[in-house]
């Protein structure tokens, strides 16, 4: 099994419509992060996570909120997708600096595509 | 400017080549680095770290400058597998540990 595994692994929906994208890890990190890549625009930070009762937002939040269920988990929602949110989003843990690993992680990817 | 900037390419090689690429980042205080490599439409994983005294790895030499602020790498002896995009990591550690990630440097080998 995958270290970090993210569902679904693609979807497309429509203006509107709520869509969570989900990413589990079995690595044991502090740290979780949700990133979408564009074209030419390289990975933009939505959200990040340094343990459960910790999130805070990155360079492109808006339109996106995050839930930290549990160590492990670290969901990304739309509440209201518009089409230029379509993307690849990227799920992806790390250590924190202090245990000497701070190598990033990424789960597969999300290809979402909003109509 | 950018945060971490990287000529996006793409560099074509052909097969046994030479090819080094560079990465700039704006921020003196920058603490580590690291080459990811991204096939199309798959994950970044990571390449290799970059160490202050520069560091090897087979066929790949990562080296940092940091009176200049930028990293490199250079790939010798080119081979078709080494087609992908190679993006720079650069982290800043604080409250937030940044990590900035640059745009990425594609690279075709073609035979």
């Known amino acids: 099994d995958a270290d970090v595994t993210q569902t679904p692994r693609n979807r497309i929906t429509k203006t509107g419509k709520r869509i969570m994208l989900e990413c589990s890890q079995t690595?044991?990190?502090?740290?979780m992060y949700w990133y979408r890549q564009d074209p030419g625009l390289g990975l933009r930070l939505i959200y990040y996570?340094?343990?459960?009762?910790?999130?805070n937002k990155g360079e492109i939040s808006d339109g996106y909120s995050v839930s930290r269920q549990a160590q492990a988990k670290f969901s990304l929602s739309l509440e209201s997708a518009i089409p230029n949110q379509t993307a690849l989003y990227f799920c992806a843990t790390t250590q924190s600096p202090s245990s000497g690993a701070n190598v990033l992680t990424f789960g597969a990817g999300s290809r979402l595509t909003v109509l | 400017r950018k945060e971490v900037e990287q000529d996006p390419g793409p560099f074509n090689v052909p097969e046994g080549a030479t090819v080094a690429f560079n990465c700039t980042y704006s921020?003196?205080?920058?603490?580590?680095f690291f080459w990811y490599r991204q096939d199309c439409r798959k994950e970044p994983k990571l390449l290799m770290s970059?160490?202050?005294s520069g560091n090897e790895d087979g066929r790949f030499t990562a080296q940092l400058n940091r009176a200049s602020q930028y990293i490199s790498l250079l790939i010798r002896d080119s081979k078709l597998s080494d087609s992908a995009t190679y993006l720079c990591?650069?982290?800043?550690?604080?409250?937030?540990?940044?990590?900035?990630f640059g745009t990425g440097t594609r690279l075709q080998v073609f035979p």
């Open positions: 996570s340094f343990d459960v009762k910790d999130i």
């Open positions: 921020n003196s205080a920058s603490q580590s």
């Open positions: 990591v650069v982290i800043d550690y604080g409250d937030t540990d940044k990590l900035i």
């Open positions: 690595k044991g990190h502090d740290r």
């Open positions: 970059v160490y202050s």
